[in-house]
Antibody, heavy 120, light 109 residues
Framework: EVQLVESGGGLIQPGGSLRLSCAAS????????MTWVRQAPGKGLEWVSV???????FYADSVKGRFTIYRDNSKNTLFLQMNSLSAEDTAVYYC??????????????WGQGTMVTVSS | QSALTQPRSVSGSPGQSVTISCSGT?????????VSWYQQHPGKAPKLMIY???KRPSGVPDRFSGSKSGNTATLTISGLQAEDEADYYC?????????FGGGTKLTVL
């Protein structure tokens, strides 16, 4: 079965760091474009970062310089290292796979999400 | 970076049709035929409903359709059903960035 399972969320103090994981099954993360999307409580979706199959990475301005997306091919897992966290980073974080059939950006497989709460 | 603009809410009765607009700019929606739409029920992950402006993934009912004119994309849901009540988000590619709309809450009366 093709699926994504996130983990690593939790309560963290402002200024702290957290690493999110997204374990994939049924497909290889290194052969797909993989993305992190977040959703603050009661708010809309916000694109966070993408890693291409070739390894190139891109970030939203709101997280650039603080977050790092990477993958471990041997574990077939995507990661998001988050540093210098602030209350504005509080959200459910989803990992998603870009739909290979689409010519453009479209996310066909989503994880269940993991909640990150930044608070003292 | 700015989100795409969607109406905060729309509503319709069962069997009716509704449209949800998604306004962008010439740098995103207007430049690429790469708009996608997502349905999200409370507490659930988003679900892909439309990609590349007009295409439906396998399993999505043909009651859902997409279109685009200039800088505005539109999602149309015909033959409204109770289970269509959800939040809907548009999404557009813009070079190395991806933008989502603010979301529209669809209420089935």
């Amino acid at each position: 079965e093709v699926q994504l399972v996130e983990s690593g969320g939790g309560l963290i103090q402002p200024g702290g760091s957290l690493r999110l994981s997204c374990a994939a099954s049924g497909f290889a993360v290194n052969r797909n474009y993989m993305t992190w999307v977040r959703q603050a409580p009661g708010k809309g979706l916000e694109w966070v970062s993408v890693i291409y199959n070739g390894g190139s990475t891109f970030y939203a301005d709101s997280v650039k310089g603080r977050f790092t997306i990477y993958r471990d091919n041997s574990k077939n897992t995507l990661f998001l290292q988050m540093n210098s966290l602030s209350a504005e980073d509080t959200a459910v974080y989803y990992c998603a796979r870009e739909f290979v059939v689409a010519r453009g950006v479209a996310f066909d497989i989503w994880g269940q999400g993991t909640m990150v709460t930044v608070s003292s | 970076q700015s989100a795409l603009t969607q109406p905060r809410s729309v509503s319709g009765s069962p069997g009716q049709s509704v449209t949800i607009s998604c306004s962008g700019t010439s740098s995103d929606v207007g430049s690429y035929d790469y708009v996608s739409w997502y349905q999200q029920h409370p507490g659930k992950a988003p679900k892909l409903m439309i990609y590349d402006v007009t295409k439906r993934p396998s399993g999505v009912p043909d009651r859902f359709s997409g279109s685009k004119s200039g800088n505005t994309a539109t999602l149309t849901i015909s033959g409204l059903q109770a289970e269509d009540e959800a939040d809907y988000y548009c999404c557009s590619y813009a070079a190395t960035y991806t933008y989502f709309g603010g979301g529209t809450k669809l209420t089935v009366l």
